[in-house]
């Protein structure tokens, strides 16, 4: 049995090497019939070739590009954490505790490294910071205050009521002066048995909320400084802060006040750590030094270079955001000078005065015909003021100058401060026109400084004062028109008395009904067009220019004052990524 095994096998490997030889010998016969012996036809064939191998290949480059083009559909450049930005601002830093920031460099820190209780928020109103809620009792006289849970400084100690009440403490100390003192006059201050602020007012105010708007200091840190030592303490060179931002390190730059202080992002920040790792203020002494810094691309951004620059910076890198904030210019008339105590006077010189080319140049600036803005007040028409007539208005002061003699020898003492905006222009532009009209008028300009203060708008040194006021988030301008302010201490830069405009300025702070209270504006609306205690110019722009390759603060944002910008500086970012997108 196994020698016919043997032999059946040997006879299959026959078999299997015979075919496998047969199978060899007929491969090479096919390669050589079909290929070698074809190799000399293939000059007869080549343009067939070529045709081919052109063909593959476009195939071959289509199928790539579409495969390229289909991942980069779903592919976005997109923003993301980390990187530094650096904004130049303009004045000199002397301490970071923002009870005491004066120049534009302290106040862009105060924004950055403090959060407050109250906010402004995207669309202009206040809002929302520290606090969770804000609310206030039917009178409007009593308003409570609860704060956000988990709130922490940036050393880990958390934000309290303590906190709070220690800084309200310190602002209404006469100890110490802070711009912050005003907002809260008449105001007492207790934590109540609920864990919250009560906030007690010698008289109701509607518009409370926003007087919160106030940077607050750590307890913790700060309670045992006497308020007269709190600008010496070394708080106010290494802060403990609350905002977004924490100081890292300084770096003085020459003799002459110029500083860079370097920031690093604030995990504990109550909107969360922003997406920047670290954020740098750049402190400079001149307009002109910031000017160089844009142009170098040694900063990023500022906000305190004037639109004028514009045409200078635009052919580099840089965009220039032009955002309105709730600031105007008016020409304020002294009511109790010699020559503008006549109200007849006062409406001829606006009848006469043509706005259109007062306005001519204006950069992005809005006109302003009104003492308060559309986006303060709901449900209001706003009252027609007369149109420029120069005839009638030359007609009518040529009627006061026979009925006063007086007015033909007294020249119109026209005030503004100097600076790089349009107040200058606008004053000398009035004078010229005054004198079309038939009145003499002369320029003064002044430094902006405390020196103008004491000795021209406290004693109202003036007969026609071009100033720029802020109009805050809400409609209350009681201080620039109420008789109580028309004081050396006081904000009615017009001097006017009205008791009927008293009321209503009074009535509407304290009316907690927004549509009672928005018929009482309308009615001071008429006394102002009326009385022409001031005329209103423009509304303030910020012109903030700006590297074209970050992302800073939204243009939909409605700011109410410059530092706003900041409203969503947790979403600012100089680092770009690639991301692919689910399809």
């Known amino acids: 049995m196994n020698k016919n095994f043997k032999k059946s096998g040997r006879k299959i490997f026959k078999k299997i090497s015979l075919f496998s030889k047969r199978v060899h010998r007929d491969g090479q016969e096919h390669i050589k019939e079909n290929l070698i012996d074809h190799i000399s036809h293939i000059k007869d064939v080549r343009l067939y070739i070529l045709e081919w191998i052109l063909l593959v290949t476009v195939i071959i480059l289509l199928s790539i590009t579409q495969a390229y083009w289909y991942l980069n559909s779903f592919a976005v450049e997109t923003y993301t954490k980390g990187g530094t930005y650096t904004e130049a601002t303009l004045g000199k830093i002397n301490s970071f505790n923002p009870l005491f920031a004066t120049t534009s460099s302290e106040e862009t820190l105060s924004r950055l490294l403090f959060a407050t209780l109250s906010a402004t928020d995207y669309s202009g109103h206040t809002g929302l910071g520290l606090a969770e809620t804000i609310h206030a009792n039917d009178a409007g006289d009593t308003w409570t205050v609860k704060l956000r849970s988990g709130l922490k400084w940036s050393d880990g100690q958390p934000i309290t009521n303590s906190d709070v009440l220690y800084t309200i403490k310190t602002i209404q100390s006469t100890r110490i002066k802070t711009n912050f003192a005003s907002k809260l006059v008449g105001v007492t201050t207790a934590e109540n048995d609920q864990g919250e602020l009560v906030f007690n007012l ?13 940077p607050i200091l750590p307890a913790h840190i700060l309670k045992d400084v006497s308020p007269e030592l709190l600008l010496e303490n070394k708080f106010s060179t290494r802060p403990i802060t609350s905002g977004a931002f924490t100081v890292n390190a300084t770096q003085n730059i020459g003799t002459e006040g110029e500083k860079i202080v370097y920031l690093t992002a604030n995990p504990k920040y109550y909107k969360g750590a922003p997406m920047l790792d670290s954020f740098s203020i750049h402190a400079f002494t001149s307009l002109a030094d910031i000017k160089s810094a844009i142009r170098s691309g040694t900063v990023t951004a500022t906000a305190d270079l004037p639109s004028k620059f514009a045409q200078e910076l635009s052919s580099i890198n840089i965009n220039e955001y032009q955002s309105s904030v709730n600031y105007g210019v008016f020409a304020f008339f002294n009511t109790e000078s010699t020559i503008f105590k006549n109200k007849s006077l006062r409406q001829a010189v606006r ?20 003492p308060l803005l559309e986006s303060q007040v709901d449900s209001i028409t706003f009252p027609s003021i007369p149109k420029t007539d120069v005839t009638s208005a030359k007609a009518e002061i040529e009627r006061l100058k026979v009925a006063t003699p007086d007015l033909t020898s007294v020249k119109i003492n026209i005030v503004t401060i100097k600076g790089d905006n349009y107040l200058e222009e606008f004053a000398n532009r ?19 400084n405390q020196d103008f203060a004491l000795n021209i708008l406290r004693p109202r040194a003036y007969d026609l004062l071009i100033y720029e006021i802020g109009l805050g988030a809400d409609p209350d301008v009681l201080a620039y028109y109420h008789s109580l302010e028309a004081t050396e201490n006081g904000h009615n830069l017009s001097n006017y008395k009205n008791l009927v405009v008293n009321d209503l300025l009074l009535s509407a702070r304290t009316t907690m009904d927004s549509k009672l209270r928005a018929a009482k504006y309308q009615k001071f609306l008429e006394r102002w067009v009326e009385d022409v205690p001031a005329i209103g110019l423009y509304q303030t722009t910020l012109p903030y220019f700006v590297n074209r390759n970050v992302r800073a603060f939204s243009q939909e944002n409605r700011l109410v004052t410059a530092t706003d910008r900041f409203i969503d500086i947790e979403n600012w970012a100089t680092k770009k990524t690639i991301k692919n997108r689910t399809p």
Do not use: C, M, W
Not at 202 to 214: G, I, K, T, V, W
Not at 430 to 448: E, T
């Open 202 to 214: 010698s008289s109701p105010n509607a518009f409370f909320e926003s007087s919160l708007d106030l």
């Open 351 to 370: 009848l006469g005065l043509n706005f259109n080319n007062l306005r001519t140049g204006l950069s992005g600036e809005l006109p302003l015909d009104y």
């Open 430 to 448: 009035i004078a010229s026109q005054l004198k079309g009209l038939g009145l003499q008028a002369s320029v003064s300009v002044y430094d902006s």
